[in-house]
């Protein structure tokens, strides 16, 4: 029964986040970000991300597919960044699963 109430809650609540979510869109920016940096030696291609302020910053120096999460799975986003500076305003506070290729971040805002 426990099980059954989780499915149907997760249902729910992904049912529901799809309209609110839609609008959120990459923009390409210039600016430096200060914040969380992630830098992970197993892709050794030089990307970062930053988690701020209701904004989800990723500079890569290559392009690159990405796919934003949040942490019961529903997506947020997906998109093919160039290289550059790109960020992701999201709404909601939170903690967001950033992929890249097979690499998954965390990242809380």
Do not use: C
Request: aromatic share 6%; proline share 3%; charged share 20%.
């Amino acid at each position: 029964m426990k099980r059954l109430l989780a499915i149907l809650t997760l249902v729910f609540a992904l049912g529901l986040g799809n309209t609110a979510l839609a609008e959120i869109q990459w923009h390409e920016t210039k600016r430096d970000v200060e914040g969380k940096t992630w830098n992970d030696p197993r892709t050794s291609d030089g990307i970062e991300i930053y988690g701020r302020k209701g904004t989800i910053t990723i500079v890569t120096p290559k392009r690159i597919n990405v796919k934003v999460y949040t942490i019961l799975g529903q997506m947020v986003s997906q998109a093919t960044l160039q290289p550059g500076t790109s960020e992701l305003r999201i709404g909601s506070r939170g903690i967001y699963l950033v992929r890249i290729g097979n690499i998954t971040q965390k990242v809380a805002i």
